[in-house]
């Protein structure tokens, strides 16, 4: 019975030293979305900049899309904006970006440093859309069909080789180019 005594703090270790090493084997980029195959979430913000489009539902169908969460303070956003303007200039792709719980002058700022890549953006400093997109945290990267529905999710900025391997494969298959 004292033998079976020892045995238990060690069974306890093995179990919880499994667990997290199951924990560690995963992606945490790949964070379930229960958006993947519905329709985009309603939603209509308001443009972030004064003389710029807003950013709507309606806004995300009849080609296919990507969707950027991101915000001027999120130093990863800054890393991947990059991406964003080299995309738009190099492939016939609408970007769209929801600016999300930030304040509007500097995230005007950040953009006329970075550059423009978005077709619309949508100002969320309250997260009202960002509850609905189910936005864990900036930045955020949504595929979207010419239906209008959510295909894809990434979380954390995109560099080349997500945007390569993943993401562009992806905006081809669903246009019917491969």
Same mark, same amino acid.
Request: proline residues 8%.
């Given at each position: 019975?004292?033998?079976?005594?020892?045995?238990?703090?060690?069974?306890?270790?093995?179990?919880?030293?499994?667990?997290?090493?199951?924990?560690?084997?995963?992606?945490?980029?790949?964070?379930?979305?229960?958006?993947? %195959? #519905?329709?985009? =979430? /309603?939603?209509?913000?308001?443009?972030? +900049?004064?003389?710029?489009?807003?950013?709507?539902?309606? *806004?995300?169908?009849?080609?296919?899309?990507?969707?950027?969460?991101?915000?001027?303070?999120?130093?990863?956003?800054?890393?991947?904006?990059?991406?964003?303007?080299?995309?738009?200039?190099?492939?016939?792709?609408?970007?769209?970006?929801?600016?999300?719980? %930030? #304040?509007?002058? =500097? /995230?005007?700022?950040?953009?006329?440093? +970075?550059?423009?890549?978005?077709?619309?953006?949508?100002? *969320?400093?309250?997260?009202?859309?960002?509850?609905?997109?189910?936005?864990?945290?900036?930045?955020?990267?949504?595929?979207?069909?010419?239906?209008?529905?959510?295909?894809?999710?990434?979380?954390?900025?995109?560099?080349?080789?997500?945007?390569?391997?993943?993401?562009?494969?992806?905006?081809?298959?669903?246009?019917?180019?491969?």
């Amino acid at each position: 019975m004292k033998r079976a005594l020892f045995l238990i703090p060690l069974l306890l270790f093995l179990g919880l030293a499994g667990y997290l090493g199951f924990g560690l084997t995963r992606d945490a980029s790949v964070l379930p979305s229960t958006l993947i %195959d #519905k329709p985009v =979430p /309603a939603f209509d913000l308001p443009p972030l +900049l004064p003389d710029g489009k807003g950013l709507k539902t309606a *806004d995300l169908g009849g080609e296919v899309s990507l969707v950027n969460i991101f915000a001027s303070w999120c130093v990863p956003c800054r890393a991947e904006h990059a991406i964003w303007v080299k995309v738009t200039a190099a492939e016939k792709l609408p970007i769209y970006g929801i600016n999300w719980k %930030d #304040k509007r002058d =500097p /995230a005007t700022a950040w953009l006329k440093e +970075l550059g423009n890549p978005y077709e619309g953006i949508g100002f *969320d400093p309250d997260n009202k859309a960002g509850v609905e997109w189910g936005v864990y945290g900036v930045p955020e990267t949504y595929v979207i069909d010419r239906n209008g529905r959510v295909r894809f999710k990434y979380v954390g900025p995109v560099f080349e080789e997500t945007l390569n391997s993943t993401i562009l494969p992806l905006v081809r298959k669903l246009r019917g180019e491969s």
